[in-house]
């Protein structure tokens, strides 16, 4: 049964009493689910907007919108997301760039858009209590879309301008079916899913989506903060959840108590790589395994990764991989030239699965450098398409974020390339410090950079440096490499004080 049929026995039968979404401490039952799914399809219908149409939808972490995505995927229609994160003049170029026949969101994300959104497509804007009506506009003509697409959405943009994604229906299945996302032998669990990241990224989406298939109840946090997803541990009891590394962090740095946590077994996280020892820190802390995981939008969710018995054999040999391939998926490393290489080598990360747009017979080559041991383990090494050529020279920013991140003083790093006239580009760098680190940021600039001078090549050493309270990130909460630039761009567009 793929998602869309799913979606559909739910819609028909679960009861209308059952709990679906918590949402602040508040049960939505799958009857007040179904009665904002009809609201949406019949607003939709309405407007002739049918089956395989492209819907935009402004996802925010609420149930409406939970709602209004059950609506699109269990009537045909495509999910094309659009990120309410976003400034209005660029979520307005995005609804632009997306061509759907029709926008939807709520009445605060709108208010800035809605005139530019009208000029290309009806707008209809879903209130709280899941009440829809036409802000502006009239439909647009759908643009030509990819058939037996589920889902369009937006990579992370982490290190250029997002790209659009196709995620076909087959591919969603498939990740769902690889990872135990199915209906078991009851229509409805009692077991509950946490999910505080959002909707418009693929975690999110998957995590969403994953808890609908199988049945399972599912507690909506909008953003992570320590306590509302702790409490939510201690009330739900649940054995699994998941975490990116820089709420780990924000876990451990609060100092939660460990029986605040103690039904957790294990906590995944993916996004964007763990440090083996944030995640062995966490590990000795609670006794909870941090399980990483590999992944792309382009692959539906995660292609490799590790699982309890894993982490039990092999973590005290194996920290700072990202886990062995799952069964739907294989893995190999390739040289630039496409001939694979041998065991430790490093390459171009290949995938092949049935997760991927090109299907289960086809190599798809990532941006990701990695290596393969011997022992089938994946070690990613860095990104093919990030590196800096500074003056003819290659700097890989991983190798200065590693030398930054070695001095006490800073609890994260982030480096990018700034276009240079003479040289190409500059690697330049922001950090955050670690809680209650007493510095003078001026002298420790010039400190950090000393700090590089003695362990980096000349070329490699950062021409500037930012302290920052906090890295600028995308929604799925890596660093964003492009918010970098422009952070660094204003900073020396500053004048100089006295």
């Known amino acids: 049964m793929g998602i869309r049929e799913r979606l559909q026995e739910l819609l028909r039968e679960a009861p209308d009493d059952a709990e679906v979404v918590e949402f602040d401490l508040v049960w939505w039952t799958w009857g007040e689910l179904r009665r904002v799914v009809g609201e949406v399809s019949r607003a939709l219908d309405r ?36 990120s309410p994160l976003q400034p209005p003049a660029r979520l307005a170029s995005d609804i632009e760039g997306a061509g759907a026949a029709v926008v939807v969101g709520s009445p605060a994300a709108l208010d800035g858009v809605a005139a530019a959104a009208a000029d290309r497509g009806l707008v209809l804007e879903l209130d709280r209590q899941g009440a829809v009506r036409v802000r502006a506009g009239i439909p647009a003509t759908d643009v030509e879309h990819v058939p037996g697409t589920a889902i369009e959405m937006l990579t992370s943009g982490t290190t ?10 087959r591919q969603l299945d498939g990740s769902l079916t690889s990872s135990g996302q199915v209906r078991g032998e009851r229509l409805l669990t009692r077991a509950v899913t946490i999910s505080v990241t959002p ?42 959840a998941g975490l990116v590394p820089a709420a780990i962090r924000s876990v451990l740095d609060a100092g939660v108590p460990a029986e605040r946590l103690g039904s957790l077994k294990v906590i995944t996280s993916g996004t964007t790589a763990c440090p083996p020892e944030l ?38 040999t194996k920290a700072g991989s990202a886990g062995r391939p799952f069964g739907n998926s294989a893995l190999r490393v390739t040289a630039a030239d496409g001939v694979e290489l041998g065991a430790e080598e490093e390459g171009h990360l290949e995938v092949r699965t049935e ?9 798809v080559r990532t941006s990701d450098l990695a290596r393969i041991d011997p022992d089938g383990f994946l070690w990613i090494t860095g990104r093919a398409d990030d590196a800096i050529v500074r003056g003819g020279f290659k700097i890989h920013p991983g190798v200065l974020v590693a030398s930054l991140e070695g001095h006490p003083a800073v609890r994260e790093a982030a480096v990018a390339g700034l276009p240079d006239e003479r040289l190409g580009a500059v690697p330049v760098a922001a950090v955050e410090l670690e809680p209650g680190a007493d510095v003078d940021a001026a002298a420790l600039v010039v400190e950090l950079i000393a700090h590089c001078r003695a362990e980096l090549a000349p070329y490699e050493v950062p021409a500037h440096v930012l302290v920052v309270d906090e890295l600028p990130r995308t929604p799925s909460t890596k660093v964003s490499r492009v918010d970098l630039v422009d952070l660094v761009r204003a900073r020396l567009a500053e004048p100089a004080t006295a």
């Open 279 to 316: 995640a062995d820190r966490f590990y000795r802390t609670y006794g909870i395994r941090v399980l990483m995981t590999y992944g792309a939008t382009e692959f539906a969710g995660a292609v490799a990764g590790w699982t309890y018995q894993l982490h039990q054999e092999w973590w005290e």
């Open 47 to 82: 407007a002739g907007i049918g089956p395989a149409s492209r819907v935009g939808l402004v996802l925010e972490n609420r149930p409406e919108h939970i709602a209004a995505l059950v609506a699109v995927l269990a009537t045909g229609r495509v999910v094309v997301t659009l």
């Open 355 to 363: 997760q991927s747009a090109a299907g289960a017979a086809e190599w």
């Open 160 to 169: 250029g301008p997002p790209k659009r994604v196709h995620i076909s229906e």
């Open 199 to 240: 909707m418009v990224h693929i975690g999110g989406m998957w995590r969403i989506v994953g808890a609908l298939s199988a049945g399972r109840r599912i507690v909506l946090i909008p953003k992570f903060a320590v306590e509302p997803w702790a409490s939510a541990v201690e009330r739900h009891r649940p054995r699994a």
